[in-house]
């Protein structure tokens, strides 16, 4: 077992090394550039269209449900632990400069999450039960010329994508709840886990629809909770505000020895920095992995293009948003005082320590509750993303009962058990979904790009629309 769990490491280092995060953040800089940076330049168009009126009605177009609530369900998958774990580890083994390479991530994972989601839309489905089936799997199946490896890669992404929905989307999160209750209120393992299947039981029998109806309400309920909490942890902490943010700018780019504070001198080169920063960035964000075109499949939409710079917001608010906020409370802190190995605190009990300095121990209270709450909406979410995949792989949406009742009791186990194993292998599955989705966006790129420039007369067309809607009750007036 020791043997097994020694070469399942290896391999994990080896699937999230440098290969996984260049091929990754790549894809994102070369479709960046394919569309004419019009990802970016259409952020703030995303962003209204994601929080208008309509975004929440099921009015235009054909699908399962509203786009916003499809967005919020994407989310749920999306802030997780990552959000609070993942950048207190990111900066300590990267130092603080790892929070600027996050951005970089996102920045261009803006295009990556766009072109997976609109992608997905284009290519969906209908299955038996009148439900949209869609991701990069169908897209895969229906859009490669040669049906064969569109066949094969659609499937590797559907396996690694079931495993990956046990362990990174279940285990791992209830196992974070789990631990993050019983060292801040003492609630046992078994009473944890319980909880966890029973409710995410009830709420998976119900579907998408059940699952967005509850994400639509969590996801911006819990994110504005966090949001709020961690501004009032940088605000209390202003005055170390300036040099937190120097100490983050200047590590990001620094590729000689800095002061470690009370570890002494060590080196936190640039290339740790952007390692950890990349790869705590898009484990987040998932940007690029392909599980969000998952759930983007199921909006009701129009076109497949509006849809795509709706799901896209996920990233922006996921990572320049919410793993901001933690990464400022921590550098406002002061707590982040050494790096690497020297660190006394790091994961959880950083931000917990971030937070506390100002709020005391309701800091660590909160933080357990963001985590809890966090953890439970990424279960729920990507249930449905390995639903979907499961129902690819037996072509039958008759067997998905039986996923939902497997994956919620896999919680009890996840929360009562630490499966070291379990957790490596899932995360090489996480990444291994990556592999057939970053070939299936690069090979379609030139789609991606027409159907871009062509939504574009679409935009220009609405501004106009509204300029003149704006001019004439201007007038009225």
Known sequence: MGKLASILDSVDSFVWGPVMLILLVGTGIFLTFRVNFLTWRNLGYALKSTLSKEARTTKRGSGDVSPFACLTTALAATIGTGNIVGVATAMVLGGPGALVWMWVSAAFGLTSKFTECMLAVKYREVNENGEMSGGPMYTMKHAFKNKSIGSALGWLFAFFGVI?????????????????????????????????????????????????????????????????????????????????????????????????????????????????????????????????????????TDHHVRQGYINMTGTFFDT??????????????????????????????????????????????????????????????????????????????????????????????????????????SDIANALMAFPNLICMLALSNEVRKDVLEFQKVIKKEKAEKEMELAKSTEAA
Do not use: D
């Open 164 to 300: 990956a929905s046990f362990g990174i989307g279940n285990m791992t999160q209830a196992n974070s709840i789990s631990s993050a209750l019983n060292s801040t209120f003492s609630v046992p393992s078994w009473v944890t886990g319980l909880v966890i299947t029973v409710l995410a039981g009830i709420i998976l029998i119900g579907g998408i629809k059940s699952i967005s109806r509850v994400s639509s309400v969590v996801v911006p309920v819990m994110a504005v909770f966090y949001v709020i909490a961690g501004v009032i942890v940088i605000i209390l902490n202003i005055g170390n505000l300036p040099a937190g943010l120097a100490q983050i700018f200047s590590m990001a780019f620094s590729a000689h020895s800095v002061a470690g504070g009370v570890a002494g001198t060590i080196t936190v080169s640039m290339m740790q920095s952007l390692r950890w920063g990349v790869a705590r960035g898009v484990f987040s964000n998932e940007a690029g992995m392909g599980s969000a075109a998952i759930t983007a499949a199921a909006a009701t």
């Open 320 to 425: 320049i948003v919410v793993c901001t906020i933690t990464g400022l409370a921590i550098a406002a802190s002061g707590v982040l005082t050494a790096y690497g190995e020297s660190a006394e605190l790091t994961g959880s009990a950083l931000t917990i320590a971030a937070f506390s300095s100002v709020l005391g121990k309701w800091g660590g209270y909160l933080v357990c509750i963001g985590i809890t709450l966090f953890a439970f909406s990424t279960i729920i979410g990507w249930e449905y993303h390995g639903e979907k995949a499961f129902e690819y792989l037996v072509k039958n949406p008759k067997y998905c009962i039986v996923y939902r009742v497997v994956f919620a009791l896999a919680a009890y186990v996840g929360s009562t058990t630490t499966l070291s194993i379990v957790w490596s292998f």
